[in-house]
C-alpha cells in the first residue's frame, strides 16, 4: 500500500520556468490538498479538491494551478517559477486524519 | 479570522522530563482538532483526532487533551525517539479543509 506518492522529490528551477507536481494516491480518498512549507509559517494551503471534478483556492493559491485528473491524481503547477515559491510541496489526501505525501523540495533561482 | 496558535516554538528536555505542548485556537466553528508529528524530512504523520472538550486521547507517551479554547499534547517521560515537529491542525465546520499552527520542535537529549 504505497498511500501518498509524489514526484519529484527535489526540482531546481530557473525564475521563469514551469513544472508541474504530481501527486498520486491509492486509498480511495475524496479530498487531496497542496500545501506549502516554509520555515516559521506551518503548512499553508495552496489548492484543495473536495471531491473528483471540484477545486478551491487555499490560503495562498497565487502562482499556482491545479487539476484534479480523476480520483487517485492532483497535480500542482508553477506557471512561471519566482524565487518566492522555493519551498517544501506536500500533497495529502483525506481531511483531518490526513495522510500526507513525502514532499517536494522546491528551489527556485 | 480563523487562528491557531502554538507554543512554545521550540522545547528541550532531559530523557524522562515530562512537559506540555500548547495549541490555541480561534475559530467561528469546531469540526475537530488534530494532532501531527513530523520528522525531519518527511510529510506529517497523523497522532490524534479530538472532537470535543473535555476528549482525551492517548497513545504510548503521548496525551492529547481538548478544551473550548486549546490543546495539549503530554508528553510523560519522553525519549530521544520522541524527538520530531508537532503540529496541530483544525477543521472548521463546513469547510473540508485543515488550518495548521505553526508547529513546536521538540528536542529530547539522552
Known amino acids: 500500500n504505497a498511500g501518498v506518492t509524489q514526484t519529484p522529490k527535489f526540482q531546481v528551477l530557473k525564475t521563469g520556468q514551469s513544472m508541474t507536481l504530481q501527486c498520486a494516491q491509492d486509498?480511495?480518498?475524496?479530498?487531496m490538498y497542496w500545501y506549502r512549507q516554509d520555515p516559521g509559517m506551518g503548512l499553508r494551503l495552496i489548492y484543495y479538491s473536495a471531491s473528483e471534478g471540484t477545486t478551491d483556492k487555499g490560503e495562498v493559491p497565487n502562482g499556482y494551478n491545479v487539476s484534479r485528473l480523476n480520483k487517485r491524481e492532483f497535480s500542482l503547477r508553477l506557471e512561471s517559477a519566482a524565487p518566492s515559491q522555493t519551498s517544501v510541496y506536500f500533497c495529502?489526501?483525506?481531511?483531518?486524519?490526513?495522510?500526507f505525501g513525502q514532499g517536494t523540495r522546491l528551489t527556485v533561482v | 479570522e480563523d487562528q491557531v496558535t502554538q507554543s512554545p516554538e521550540a522545547l528541550r528536555l532531559q530523557e524522562g522530563e515530562s512537559s506540555s505542548l500548547n495549541c490555541s485556537y480561534t475559530?467561528?466553528?469546531?469540526?475537530?482538532l488534530f494532532w501531527y508529528r513530523q520528522d525531519p524530512g518527511k510529510g506529517p504523520e497523523f497522532l490524534f483526532t479530538?472532537?470535543?472538550a473535555g476528549e482525551e486521547k492517548e497513545k504510548e507517551r503521548l496525551k492529547a487533551t481538548l478544551t473550548k479554547k486549546e490543546s495539549f499534547l503530554h508528553i510523560t517521560a519522553p525519549k530521544p525517539e520522541d524527538s520530531a515537529t508537532y503540529l496541530c491542525?483544525?477543521?472548521?465546520?463546513?469547510?473540508?479543509?485543515?488550518?495548521f499552527g505553526t508547529g513546536t520542535r521538540l528536542l529530547v537529549s539522552p
Open positions: 491542525a483544525v477543521q472548521l465546520t463546513g469547510f473540508q479543509k485543515l488550518v
Open positions: 486509498m480511495n480518498h475524496n479530498s
Open positions: 475559530v467561528s466553528g469546531l469540526r475537530g
Open positions: 479530538l472532537y470535543s
Open positions: 495529502a489526501s483525506k481531511v483531518g486524519e490526513a495522510f
